[in-house]
Nanobody, 115 residues
Framework: QVQLVESGGGLVQAGGPLRLSCAASGAIFSINTMSWYRQAPGKQRELVAAITSGGSTNYADPVKGRFTISRDNAENTVSLLMNSLKPEDTAVYYC?????????WGQGTQVTVSS
């Protein structure tokens, strides 16, 4: 089993930065993809950014140039640095791990951006 624990959410003013972190533990294999998703009230969960164990990254268009995803393979952690935050970035952010055809989710952390 895999456990994912997010941290770093909170309330921030528009234009400000926030950093999310996620620590993975359990049956983690070296080849995997770690991602951040978000879900705003009344909306579907959407991919924000993803990073493979080799370091390749992928970003959703709304966050390109503002968010940066990174990972530490030795520590099994993934981070999301969010800059120039906008009220529309308000959502619950979830960490996800894809490995061997399975996806595991964290419990989510709330990010609220005030205007």
């Amino acid at each position: 089993q895999v456990q994912l624990v997010e941290s770093g959410g909170g309330l921030v003013q528009a234009g400000g930065p926030l950093r999310l972190s996620c620590a993975a533990s359990g049956a983690i294999f070296s080849i995997n993809t770690m991602s951040w998703y978000r879900q705003a009230p009344g909306k579907q969960r959407e991919l924000v950014a993803a990073i493979t164990s080799g370091g390749s990254t992928n970003y959703a268009d709304p966050v390109k140039g503002r968010f940066t995803i990174s990972r530490d393979n030795a520590e099994n952690t993934v981070s999301l640095l969010m800059n120039s935050l906008k009220p529309e970035d308000t959502a619950v952010y979830y960490c996800a791990l894809d490995v061997l055809g399975m996806r595991f989710w964290g419990q989510g952390t709330q990010v609220t951006v005030s205007s």
